[in-house]
């Protein structure tokens, strides 16, 4: 049976790109962020241009509507959740109500107007330059997609009749939103598609559930235009729970920190009580961070992966120092207490709590062999975590590369052999197979062996 590693709230890719965006909010564009934003705002300005002027607007509508529909969206626009990289707005409450009292080629202009005034107020509230707010236009693509859908569909008031044409264009806006934010995204700030999607669902699953409340106002706002404003509770509402999400980040992020500065504070008290095994364990986490990247482990499992490697030897503060210090080898009862350290670790870890909890099963897992012989559960194969697999052979090959009291240190090249010869008993195949390329790259290779011991299933 496999041992689980407890999850935990944090994710490290997220809280590290949620404090990106907060750094960015308060600065100006890079170079490179602004060629991006500035091509994105400037298409974006073309686009909604070209259809007040080249498409129909012979639906009436009074100014005064479109001067309380733009205040709406700057209204709205600060409502902001935060996400990965940057955040999200409830815009979807007004600009279905905008396409239906409206004309829908002019859509596009009034949003822009809407998001530029929305950006301004958060400039004079401090929260952003001057350099955001003026092209925050660029944000404005989630209004074309569906606006060309009511242009070309001939849709004049919200009739539940034409519910399909509502979908296809609710489905516009995902698309044309998540073309320029991809763009922006991978472009301008370099983060993978793969990091946004998932914020990305959540963010149009809202705007979905949010999307029959604003076809309400819109349906009100047909016979009495003042019932737009209706949104407005249900805008401060969201500005609330908005706060709250914010203010739970804040807490979450600041709670990664605690365990990160607990980890290292760990790291350096093993390193001033046992002078060997700390500067080991540091060396560990080097080698092991350096394939878990090589495997694709995830952000999480690297953060574990580094917590359970620098730690992976805490349990030794327990073991009496004449045992650790010995120079000679130790006797069977000796090594009964040493093996006792990985529990002892993991003890000591669970008694701190939260993300330190997971690493503490890593650290009870980092002397368990492949093949089932390992200590202290004679976990095998996969049920050993894949981050306990890593440190064990990182942690074997930085053993075997240093000197000790009752030994010369090998060279990397014999202690690479070693590492092969044991693939399949002592360590995972595939963490040795991923290990030995790195050592490759830097020169390192193991000398020929004949016959690796078989794999265990």
């Known amino acids: 049976m496999a041992t689980t590693i ?8 997220a809280e590290l790109l949620l404090e990106a965006s907060r750094a960015r909010a308060g600065t100006s564009f890079d170079r490179r962020e602004l060629i991006v934003e500035g091509l994105v705002a400037a298409t974006l300005a073309v686009v909604a241009g070209a259809m007040a002027v080249l ?4 639906r009436a509508w009074a100014p005064e509507i479109g001067v309380l529909l733009v205040l709406l969206y700057a209204g709205t626009r600060q409502v902001g959740f935060e996400i990965a990289t940057g955040y999200t707005c409830p815009l979807i409450l ?3 109500p905008m396409l239906f009292l409206l004309p829908a080629s ?5 949003v ?3 998001l530029m005034l929305g950006a301004l107020v958060t400039r004079a509230r401090g929260r952003s330059t001057g350099s955001r707010a003026v092209l925050a236009i660029g944000q404005s693509w989630h209004s074309v997609g569906p606006a060309l859908v009511c242009v070309v569909a001939g849709v004049t008031g919200p009739e539940l009749a034409d519910w399909p044409v509502y979908l296809l264009a609710l489905g516009a806006m995902f698309i044309t939103d998540a073309a320029a934010a991809s763009f ?5 700030l370099g983060v993978s598609l793969k990091t946004t999607v998932r914020p990305t669902l959540w963010v149009y699953a809202v705007d979905a559930a949010l999307a029959p409340i ?3 106002a819109a349906y009100l706002a047909a016979d009495h235009t003042i019932g737009v404003v209706l949104i407005i509770p249900l805008t401060g509402l969201l500005w609330l729970f908005a706060r709250e999400r914010s203010w739970r980040i804040d807490q979450a992020i600041e709670l990664s920190g605690a365990y990160r500065g607990t980890a290292l504070l760990l790291g350096d008290v093993v390193e001033f009580d046992h002078q060997y095994t700390g500067s080991h364990s540091r060396d560990v986490v080097e080698l092991a961070l350096a394939v878990g990247e090589s495997m694709r482990l995830s952000p999480a499992q690297l953060r574990n992966l580094e917590f359970g490697t620098l730690l992976h030897d805490v349990g030794k503060i327990a073991v009496p120092k004449e045992i650790i210090n010995k120079p000679g080898r130790l006797t069977e009862a000796e090594w009964e207490v040493m093996r006792s350290h990985t529990v002892e670790g993991q003890r000591m870890l669970e008694s701190v709590g939260g993300a330190l909890t997971a690493v503490g099963v890593i650290v009870r897992a980092s002397h368990e062999d492949y093949d089932g012989t390992g200590y202290p559960d004679g976990l095998r194969g996969e049920a050993i975590p894949i981050e306990a697999r890593i440190c064990a052979a990182c942690d074997a090959f930085s053993a075997m590369t240093t000197d000790r009291a009752y030994r010369s240190a090998m060279s990397e090249e014999d202690a690479l052999t070693e590492l092969r010869r044991c693939a399949g008993t002592q360590f995972d195949p595939a963490v040795v197979a991923s290990f030995e390329s790195i050592l490759r790259g830097r020169g390192v290779t193991a000398a020929p062996i004949e016959a690796l011991a078989p794999a265990v299933a």
């Open 6 to 13: 407890p999850r935990t709230r944090q994710d490290p890719e």
């Open 55 to 58: 498409l129909p607007t012979d």
């Open 94 to 96: 007004v600009l279905i």
């Open 106 to 110: 002019l859509v596009p202009m009034h």
């Open 112 to 114: 822009a107007a809407g």
């Open 184 to 188: 922006a995204d991978r472009v301008g």
């Open 214 to 216: 604003g076809f309400l």
